[in-house]
């Protein structure tokens, strides 16, 4: 069974930090392209980041472009997202998922549980 256990989610102020985690578990993490997925309240799906299999490849919305960063550990079946100088509309439930095939978008082949990020002053 694949499980995507989002972590790391939690209430910052504007202009903070925090570090997203997804473990993966029931399928070869290292042979599938990963990405970070977002909602806001009373809002649709937004793709925030890629990054392809052995992490040569990353991609960003030009809303988090140069302050959030991707990354992952194929030997902890982890992957990861710093998210920087946080703004109130970075306000969201944060979804991590796997795809087979690379791609800048929200069609993603597994869905994680999600993790709520609130940026509030």
């Known amino acids: 069974e694949v499980q995507l256990v989002a972590s790391g989610g939690g209430v910052v102020q504007p202009g903070g930090s925090l570090r997203l985690s997804c473990a993966a578990s029931?399928?070869?993490?290292?042979?599938?392209?990963m990405s970070w997925v977002r909602q806001a309240p009373g809002k649709g799906l937004e793709w925030v980041s890629s990054?392809?299999?052995?992490?040569?490849?990353?991609d960003y919305a030009d809303s988090v472009k140069g302050r959030f960063s991707i990354s992952r550990d194929n030997a902890k079946n982890t992957l990861y997202l710093q998210l920087n100088s946080l703004k109130t509309e970075d306000t969201a439930m944060y979804y991590c998922?796997?795809?087979?095939?690379?791609?800048?978008?929200?069609?993603?082949?597994?869905w994680g549980q999600g993790t709520q990020v609130t940026v509030s002053s």
């Open positions: 990054i392809s299999t052995g992490s040569r490849i990353t």
């Open positions: 029931g399928f070869t993490f290292s042979t599938y392209a």
């Open positions: 998922a796997s795809r087979l095939d690379y791609g800048m978008d929200t069609k993603v082949d597994y």
